[in-house]
């Protein structure tokens, strides 16, 4: 049986690049490994886009709060945790990793409307004792877990 990928249709443009800026695309395309410049350019002008909607849209989207800290931070690792329980809907998981030199990797995987997470990430990025941290989101969203009810939310269950 033979299986034939999917493929959307594809519109074809032109675009004139500086020759300096040419040469760095192509030396890009064979370091990373891409089958041609047209594949690079597509994953360039999706970020682009998805940084685009994650700014001045509100899709729903996928992502990670990826966190450095120091864990010596007094309060930082229980307030970590507090803001992770007050965004309950939008914090899906989290993973933290203990480093050396006192400090910690934690990743919050998130989903929820763009701008909200961006305030959520806001909130754990200014943290007294957080080194550093960014927000990855995707234009992806992650299929219920369990849906709750208003039942259920208010703790009456049968």
Request: zero cysteines.
């Amino acid at each position: 049986m033979n299986l034939k990928q999917k493929t959307r249709p594809v519109s074809r443009i032109s675009i004139s690049l500086p020759d300096d800026l040419q040469a760095d695309v192509d030396a890009m395309v064979a370091s990373r490994g891409f089958g041609s410049r047209s594949q690079a350019i597509n994953v360039m002008l999706r970020q682009h886009v998805l940084e685009h909607q994650r700014v001045s849209g509100n899709e729903v989207m996928a992502g990670t709060i990826t966190l450095l800290y120091h864990n010596t931070t007094r309060g930082l690792q229980s307030t970590l945790a507090d803001l992770q329980y007050q965004y309950l809907d939008e914090v899906i998981s989290s993973l933290h990793v203990p480093l050396m030199n006192n400090q910690t990797l934690e990743v919050i995987l998130v989903q929820g409307p763009a701008q909200k997470v961006q305030a959520i990430a806001d909130r754990f990025v200014t943290l007294r004792g957080v080194i550093t941290g960014k927000l990855q989101l995707m234009a992806a969203v992650i299929p219920p877990l369990h849906p709750m009810t208003e039942q259920t939310s208010q703790g009456n269950m049968q």
